[in-house]
């Protein structure tokens, strides 16, 4: 799927936390363990990097840079966090990747993503 043409359609997603967490699916193929693992600090303060835990390793976590069309979506699930009292280490995603992600699998169909794992 051309990147203009995501963006679109992931700026229809009404919630800044599924949003989001489909945008750094996109961006870094992290599989919903792996965005589980996300917390408010692993997105930087200018919302160009996000880390992306390994579930085995610490230090094999890994920086990706997040495009400028994905910044505004970042943003907003940070400021999100800190307007519910989330503790920035806490996770970010945490009841959208939960079952497997159920809940953001149902976002992804809505606007025909797939949220399979990228190779």
Known sequence: MRQDALAT????????????????????????????????????DTATTVKIHDSTAHRRCRLYPLPAWT????????????????APDSPLF????????????????GIHYNLNPMP
């Open 9 to 44: 359609r992931l700026t229809t997603v009404a919630h800044p936390l599924h949003a989001t967490a489909l945008t750094i699916h996109a961006v870094t193929g992290a599989d919903i363990t792996r965005l589980a693992l996300i917390r408010g600090i692993d997105i930087n």
């Open 71 to 86: 910044r505004h979506l970042a943003r907003a699930a940070r400021i999100h966090g800190q307007l519910n009292n989330r």
């Open 94 to 109: 945490p009841l959208i990747t939960v079952q497997d992600g159920e809940q953001l699998r149902l976002t992804a169909t």
